[in-house]
């Protein structure tokens, strides 16, 4: 670790939280998923790999911000992902 993230390390709580901590974090939470063609897929995060591969349940399709299709379970390769981000409100709520 470099001088200045030590320090910065030991100003805050003590964990220094990287992006494979996240990830770990949102496993089983609601997540949009945005691919590089602009779709977005909504879901709960099931799983994913190093490569970024998702699998997500209860996934539905948007396209344009439009419902498209609804799928119980989806398979994403990583190499679409452009990012993914957790869901601010619940699917019942149409997130």
Known sequence: MSGAA????????????????FLKSIRGRPVVVKLNSGVDYRGILACLDGYMNIAMEQTEEYVNG??????????????????????????????
């Open 66 to 95: 439009q419902l498209k299709n609804k799928y119980g379970d989806a398979f994403i390769r990583g190499n679409n992902v452009l990012y993914i981000s957790t869901s601010k409100r619940t699917l019942a709520e149409g997130a």
């Open 6 to 21: 030590e320090k910065e390390k030991e100003k805050g709580s003590g964990t220094t939280k990287t992006p494979a901590d």
